[in-house]
Nanobody
Framework: QVQLVESGGGLVQAGGSLRLSCAAS????????MGWFRQAPGKEREFVAS????????NYADSVKDRFTISRDNAKNSVYLQMNSLKPEDTAVYYC?????????????WGQGTQVTVSS
């Protein structure tokens, strides 16, 4: 099992910045990749960014590219999302996700989510 705890959400004005953190515990040695998803009211959960645990290959949704930066600290088993130039449409609950290899099967683990609200 992998447990994830997010922090860093809050209320910010448009154009502002926030930094989200996600700390993993448990079978962290089995983590293959980590990432962030978000879900706005009335919408489906969508991909935001991901980073591979070994090679640090990063991927971003087009909507956040050049504004958000994902990073990791393997020693702290943590992943971060630096969000700059925030827009009202970035308002959502942000979820941390880990993909871990458990008994030859990839399994998804999710955090509880952290609210990000961007006012116009």
């Amino acid at each position: 099992q992998v447990q994830l705890v997010e922090s860093g959400g809050g209320l910010v004005q448009a154009g502002g910045s926030l930094r989200l953190s996600c700390a993993a515990s448990g079978r962290t040695f089995s983590i293959y990749t980590m990432g962030w998803f978000r879900q706005a009211p009335g919408k489906e959960r969508e991909f935001v960014a991901s980073i591979s645990w070994g090679s640090a290959i990063k991927n971003y949704a087009d909507s956040v590219k050049d504004r958000f930066t994902i990073s990791r600290d393997n020693a702290k088993n943590s992943v971060y999302l630096q969000m700059n130039s925030l827009k009202p449409e970035d308002t959502a609950v942000y979820y941390c996700k880990a993909v871990a290899l458990v008994r030859y099967t990839f399994r998804d683990y999710w955090g509880q989510g952290t609210q990000v609200t961007v006012s116009s």
